[in-house]
């Protein structure tokens, strides 16, 4: 009794040690390898904090689904739909009452196994409460729920939505879809949403009676009925069991194309959907579907679980595409080709997406992250996994090479503060959709590769094999993969510890080298773009230092053995083989993180420039520039790299050129530098040689990454103001635009783009009209590149309001086009502005919850480099603080303005100097 007395007047106290108590249990579980242990302590600090965030946007998990016998009524004329759902539960332990997910939705009627129930709404939460009339208790065992509710199709993206394109005879076409992930089912029906309430599914269509139209689900069509005069009701053969943001429902007009794969012996039909009209472009997905599935089956040693594969172009989809089971789901542009319309760029896009959504099938559907925490083992794996896949439908395109401009992104991303690890705790919608970024998709990617080169190919691919057969139709949290690749490695490497380092901190290290003689020494240190920003570095166990398989080449030949920097040395020795004459660290740009030299060594690396893989020069590019960017690195370094650039005619080196040429032109350009013109003749120079390599007219001659690598060189060539260069777009534009008569699909855009910067109202106009009248996805996204390219800035204020009509820009595209306007010198200020003037029309429209208006911020105000720009910011986020899924992407916008203004102050006049003495104008 005392001690009752004693806490209830040492409240703060009491606060205070259980804080103390809670980070305590947080150290100690990141310790225990033990897994059970670690899920009991969870666990128990769950139960006595029933209180916490966490608790009110999680389901209790004491009722479980095992079916759902869902019915759906969508009216495609009025954008209105009913449905039903029967959900077979199983109750695990004593409750009053069962919580599942419901948002958007009007509830008409529940039912508790065919007696009267009564629910409540909790909008705040989601969640949709439902007890016992007579309030009695729920026991174990089975229950059943019925629910009828009803919601709105209309002006929305998310959910169970409406969508249409216009056929030949320009008649609208209306659909309904899906798109679930990630927590957007309740929103098209009551459900238990969260990724770890695995049911099975019973559906049920509703379409209308004209042949025309088709119902399309998860699994097979068993059965179709009458339901009226007018419409027919399409039931579906039982699912296997999967988490509601994979099931899928569309009602549509459709035609496919159809082809078949070989699933271990067994033939399964892949069908390829789009609108009638865009029948022929779905040939290119299904052939390259069939070999990269049949590449996942042989690759896995699993095969496909489910007994159809269809895939559909949506002409409205919010993201590039959904890996629904069996039903996956992409924007247009991300599954339609054809070489008279669409570009190489476009191509490689459709193969990359097919084959990310398509590992899908295993990583994310079979086995499912336990909770968005995790969601890099959904994503992270299909982001790594598709160039495999990819690079087995097309070997002459060094995707695996090719990976590493997403590293490069990643890299980018994640060399900031307001980055986060791969592994982190999340609640709300809000939360678990700002995740879906570069670290869960491109560094859980990247630090996979560097894993599967550790501990070698075969380990990697046996230790995937298992751990998919282990946790097949279960969820898995990151632990489990790492138990399954450490029982393969033994005791030679301790694989938790390496990649913790990597998952549960964000960031990564640079290893900074020192010589004597034939020794290198390497350290390590947390890199940051902004080399004077502070953090704390209690805030991670590991103290942001990391476990880093170190990899080299010389002139002898590459590494072959086994060194690991560990996080808690202070530094390793290596020594240089006898005879080599020079030394790379991180051959390849396998590992995730960077290397700096002394100056020497760097002086050395460039003179060997032309010794190296494709994959080395482009990293040595690429990181000479980064650790110059963050003030590691005299900038005179990477400038004098790039003269080796005049003897260059590979893509990847030339795509890092591209990024890094034109960031430092921005920076000239905004900082009113007198040497921008003198920047733009030296670059003239050194692209030159490759801008003369190849040609406007199309051959037969150029390879897939030939065509990249032109791509790229021209709009570098147009950037700097190359006069052969403007001159042949500017001819070809007003050519076509006279006569119409196609340009190759590869220089449209650019073509588009630098046609029109001069142009007038009259041609700005008839560019309209053209764009008003294309029916193709891809096409229309190049057209309005070129709409959104004309330095008139009435016109540019003219468009971003005419971008309101859906009519004339779909809501997926809406982002695009404001960030087109705000690349233009023209429109970045007028972006700016209008932005801020429309941030209420932007939040109604699209809400706070969407990830894109949360990214729009950074992207358009990424070449602020002023005070005053700066201040403005911040003036805007605190006249509206509520960022939704955009709370890393503010500070990521005032991250990135600071370093610019950093930038400027040190290297401005280092990169001024250099132009004079290397530029003659």
């Given at each position: 009794?005392?001690?009752?007395?004693?806490?209830f007047t040492?409240?703060l106290?009491?606060?205070?040690i259980a804080?103390?108590i809670s980070?305590a249990?947080?150290?100690?579980?990141?310790?225990?390898?033990?897994?059970?242990?670690?899920?009991?302590?969870?666990?128990?600090?769950?139960?006595e904090?029933?209180?916490?965030?966490?608790?009110?946007?999680?389901?209790?998990g004491?009722?479980?689904?095992?079916?759902?016998?869902l019915y759906?009524?969508?009216?495609?004329?009025?954008?209105?739909f009913?449905?039903?759902?029967?959900?077979?539960?199983?109750?695990l332990?004593?409750?009053?009452?069962?919580?599942?997910?419901?948002?958007?939705?009007?509830?008409?009627?529940?039912?508790?196994?065919?007696?009267?129930?009564?629910?409540?709404?909790?909008?705040?939460?989601?969640?949709?409460?439902?007890r016992?009339?007579?309030?009695?208790?729920?026991?174990?065992?089975?229950?059943?729920?019925?629910?009828?509710?009803?919601g709105?199709?209309?002006?929305?993206?998310?959910?169970?939505?409406?969508s249409?394109?216009?056929?030949?005879?320009?008649?609208?076409?209306?659909?309904?879809?899906?798109?679930?992930?990630?927590?957007?089912?309740?929103q098209?029906?009551?459900?238990f949403?969260?990724?770890?309430?695995?049911?099975?599914?019973?559906?049920?269509?509703?379409?209308?009676?004209?042949?025309?139209?088709?119902?399309?689900?998860?699994?097979?069509?068993s059965?179709?009925?009458?339901?009226?005069?007018?419409?027919?009701?399409?039931?579906?053969?039982?699912?296997?069991?999967?988490?509601?943001?994979?099931?899928?429902?569309?009602?549509?007009?459709?035609?496919?194309?159809?082809?078949?794969?070989?699933?271990?012996?067994?033939?399964?039909?892949?069908k390829?959907?789009?609108?009638?009209?865009?029948?022929?472009?779905?040939?290119?997905?299904?052939?390259?579907?069939?070999?990269?599935?049949?590449?996942?089956?042989n690759?896995?040693?699993?095969?496909?679980?489910l007994?159809?594969?269809?895939?559909?172009?949506?002409?409205?989809?919010?993201?590039?595409?959904?890996?629904?089971?069996?039903?996956?789901?992409?924007?247009?542009?991300?599954?339609?080709?054809?070489?008279?319309?669409?570009?190489?760029?476009?191509k490689?896009?459709?193969?990359?997406?097919?084959a990310?959504?398509?590992?899908?099938?295993?990583?994310?559907?079979?086995?499912?992250?336990?909770?968005?925490?995790?969601?890099?083992?959904?994503?992270?794996f299909?982001?790594?996994i598709?160039?495999?896949?990819?690079?087995?439908?097309?070997?002459?395109?060094?995707?695996?090479?090719?990976?590493?401009?997403?590293?490069?992104?990643?890299?980018n991303?994640?060399?900031?503060?307001?980055?986060?690890?791969?592994?982190?705790?999340?609640?709300?919608?809000?939360?678990?959709?700002?995740?879906f970024?570069?670290?869960?998709?491109?560094?859980?990617?990247?630090?996979?590769?560097?894993?599967?080169?550790?501990v070698?190919?075969?380990?990697?691919?046996?230790?995937?094999?298992n751990?998919?057969?282990?946790?097949?139709?279960?969820n898995?949290?990151?632990?489990?993969?790492?138990?399954?690749?450490?029982?393969?490695?033994?005791?030679?490497?301790?694989?938790k510890?390496?990649?913790?380092?990597?998952?549960?901190?964000?960031?990564?290290?640079?290893?900074?080298?020192?010589?004597?003689?034939?020794?290198?020494?390497?350290?390590?240190?947390?890199?940051?773009?902004?080399?004077t920003?502070?953090?704390?570095?209690s805030?991670?166990?590991?103290?942001?230092?990391?476990?880093?398989?170190?990899?080299?080449?010389?002139?002898l030949?590459?590494?072959?053995?086994?060194?690991?920097?560990?996080?808690?040395?202070?530094?390793?020795?290596?020594t240089?083989?006898?005879?080599?004459?020079?030394?790379?660290?991180?051959?390849?740009?396998?590992?995730?993180y960077?290397?700096?030299?002394?100056?020497?060594?760097?002086?050395?690396?460039?003179?060997?420039?032309?010794?190296?893989?494709?994959?080395?020069?482009?990293?040595?590019?690429?990181?000479?520039?980064?650790?110059?960017?963050?003030?590691?690195?005299?900038?005179?370094?990477?400038?004098?790299?790039?003269?080796?650039?005049?003897?260059?005619?590979?893509?990847?080196p030339?795509?890092?050129?591209?990024i890094?040429?034109?960031?430092i032109?921005?920076?000239?350009?905004?900082?009113?530098?007198?040497q921008?013109?003198?920047?733009?003749?030296?670059?003239?120079?050194?692209?030159?040689?490759?801008?003369?390599n190849?040609?406007?007219?199309?051959?037969?001659?150029y390879?897939?990454?030939d065509?990249?690598?032109?791509?790229?060189?021209?709009?570098l060539?147009?950037?700097?103001?190359?006069e052969?260069?403007?001159?042949?777009?500017?001819?070809?534009?007003?050519?076509?635009?006279?006569?119409r008569?196609?340009?190759?699909?590869?220089?449209?855009?650019?073509?588009?783009?630098?046609?029109?910067?001069?142009?007038?109202?009259?041609?700005?106009?008839?560019?309209?009209?053209?764009?008003?009248?294309?029916?193709?996805?891809?096409?229309?996204?190049?057209l309005?590149?070129?709409?959104?390219?004309?330095?008139?800035?009435?016109?540019?204020?003219k468009?971003?309001?005419?971008?309101?009509?859906?009519?004339?820009?779909?809501?997926?595209?809406?982002?695009?086009?404001?960030?087109?306007?705000?690349?233009?010198?023209?429109?970045?200020?007028?972006?700016?502005?209008?932005?801020?003037?429309?941030?209420?029309?932007?939040?109604?429209?699209?809400?706070?919850n969407?990830?894109?208006?949360?990214?729009?911020i950074?992207?358009?105000?990424?070449?602020?480099?002023?005070?005053?720009?700066?201040?403005?910011?911040?003036?805007?986020?605190?006249?509206?603080p509520?960022?939704?899924?955009?709370?890393a992407?503010?500070?990521?916008a005032?991250?990135?303005?600071?370093?610019?203004?950093?930038?400027?102050?040190?290297?401005?006049?280092?990169?001024?100097?250099w132009?004079?003495?290397?530029?003659?104008?």
């Amino acid at each position: 009794m005392n001690l009752i007395v004693w806490i209830f007047t040492h409240k703060l106290l009491v606060v205070l040690i259980a804080v103390i108590i809670s980070l305590a249990l947080s150290t100690i579980i990141l310790a225990i390898e033990n897994r059970k242990l670690r899920n009991e302590i969870d666990e128990l600090i769950a139960k006595e904090t029933n209180l916490t965030e966490m608790n009110k946007y999680r389901l209790p998990g004491m009722v479980k689904p095992i079916l759902y016998e869902l019915y759906f009524y969508p009216n495609l004329s009025t954008g209105l739909f009913k449905g039903k759902v029967d959900i077979s539960v199983d109750i695990l332990s004593t409750t009053d009452s069962i919580s599942l997910h419901s948002h958007t939705l009007n509830i008409d009627n529940v039912h508790i196994s065919s007696e009267n129930g009564t629910y409540s709404l909790d909008q705040s939460y989601q969640l949709l409460t439902i007890r016992k009339t007579d309030q009695s208790n729920f026991t174990p065992g089975k229950e059943n729920l019925q629910i009828e509710f009803s919601g709105d199709m209309k002006n929305r993206i998310v959910g169970l939505y409406t969508s249409s394109y216009k056929d030949a005879n320009g008649e609208s076409r209306r659909m309904a879809t899906s798109k679930f992930e990630p927590t957007y089912a309740r929103q098209a029906f009551p459900c238990f949403d969260e990724p770890n309430m695995k049911a099975k599914y019973k559906v049920h269509l509703l379409k209308p009676k004209d042949n025309s139209y088709i119902a399309l689900s998860n699994f097979p069509v068993s059965n179709i009925t009458d339901y009226d005069k007018e419409n027919q009701l399409v039931s579906f053969e039982e699912t296997v069991s999967m988490s509601t943001y994979l099931s899928c429902f569309i009602v549509s007009d459709f035609a496919h194309t159809e082809t078949s794969f070989n699933n271990d012996g067994k033939m399964i039909p892949l069908k390829v959907y789009a609108s009638p009209d865009n029948l022929q472009k779905t040939q290119y997905a299904g052939e390259v579907g069939k070999k990269v599935i049949e590449y996942y089956v042989n690759y896995f040693q699993i095969p496909y679980p489910l007994p159809k594969l269809d895939m559909v172009a949506i002409p409205d989809f919010v993201s590039g595409a959904m890996e629904h089971w069996g039903l996956v789901t992409y924007r247009e542009t991300a599954l339609l080709y054809t070489n008279t319309t669409h570009s190489t760029i476009n191509k490689q896009r459709v193969t990359t997406v097919v084959a990310h959504e398509l590992a899908h099938s295993w990583f994310g559907n079979l086995v499912t992250m336990n909770w968005w925490n995790d969601l890099w083992l959904n994503e992270g794996f299909a982001s790594y996994i598709q160039y495999k896949g990819a690079s087995a439908a097309e070997p002459t395109w060094g995707l695996l090479d090719q990976f590493m401009l997403d590293l490069h992104a990643a890299l980018n991303f994640d060399s900031r503060l307001s980055s986060h690890p791969i592994v982190q705790t999340v609640l709300t919608p809000d939360q678990i959709s700002e995740i879906f970024d570069l670290i869960s998709y491109k560094k859980g990617a990247s630090i996979l590769r560097m894993l599967e080169n550790t501990v070698k190919e075969t380990t990697f691919q046996q230790a995937v094999k298992n751990y998919l057969n282990l946790y097949a139709y279960k969820n898995a949290i990151t632990e489990d993969f790492l138990d399954e690749v450490q029982k393969l490695v033994g005791t030679v490497l301790n694989v938790k510890e390496l990649m913790e380092t990597f998952t549960v901190q964000m960031g990564y290290p640079i290893l900074t080298v020192t010589r004597s003689g034939d020794e290198y020494t390497l350290t390590q240190k947390r890199f940051l773009a902004d080399s004077t920003a502070s953090f704390n570095k209690s805030d991670s166990a590991y103290r942001y230092r990391w476990s880093v398989p170190v990899t080299y080449i010389t002139d002898l030949g590459k590494s072959s053995s086994f060194v690991l920097f560990n996080y808690n040395a202070d530094s390793i020795k290596i020594t240089r083989p006898t005879g080599a004459k020079w030394m790379k660290f991180n051959h390849d740009q396998i590992g995730y993180y960077r290397v700096n030299y002394p100056k020497a060594e760097w002086d050395d690396l460039i003179a060997h420039y032309g010794n190296f893989s494709v994959a080395d020069r482009t990293h040595l590019l690429e990181e000479a520039f980064s650790i110059a960017e963050a003030d590691l690195l005299d900038f005179e370094v990477p400038l004098e790299l790039t003269k080796k650039l005049s003897a260059e005619f590979d893509y990847m080196p030339w795509s890092v050129a591209y990024i890094k040429l034109r960031s430092i032109l921005n920076h000239l350009k905004w900082s009113g530098s007198d040497q921008e013109a003198a920047f733009k003749k030296y670059v003239i120079d050194i692209v030159s040689p490759a801008y003369n390599n190849f040609s406007w007219n199309e051959t037969v001659d150029y390879s897939h990454l030939d065509r990249l690598a032109r791509i790229e060189i021209f709009y570098l060539a147009c950037l700097v103001d190359h006069e052969a260069c403007l001159s042949e777009a500017q001819s070809y534009f007003n050519r076509w635009l006279k006569t119409r008569q196609p340009i190759t699909p590869d220089l449209r855009r650019i073509i588009y783009s630098n046609g029109m910067k001069k142009a007038n109202k009259t041609t700005w106009d008839a560019l309209l009209e053209i764009y008003k009248n294309e029916t193709d996805a891809s096409e229309r996204l190049k057209l309005m590149k070129g709409l959104t390219s004309i330095e008139n800035e009435d016109i540019l204020k003219k468009l971003l309001e005419l971008a309101k009509d859906e009519t004339l820009v779909r809501s997926q595209d809406f982002f695009s086009v404001v960030q087109f306007i705000s690349i233009n010198p023209s429109g970045t200020d007028l972006v700016w502005n209008w932005v801020r003037s429309n941030w209420d029309y932007l939040v109604h429209r699209f809400t706070l919850n969407d990830r894109y208006l949360g990214t729009l911020i950074p992207e358009i105000t990424s070449t602020f480099a002023t005070q005053e720009r700066l201040t403005e910011i911040e003036e805007f986020f605190k006249e509206h603080p509520n960022a939704g899924a955009g709370v890393a992407s503010r500070a990521r916008a005032l991250e990135k303005v600071k370093h610019n203004i950093l930038w400027l102050s040190k290297n401005k006049k280092t990169v001024e100097k250099w132009i004079r003495k290397n530029s003659v104008l």
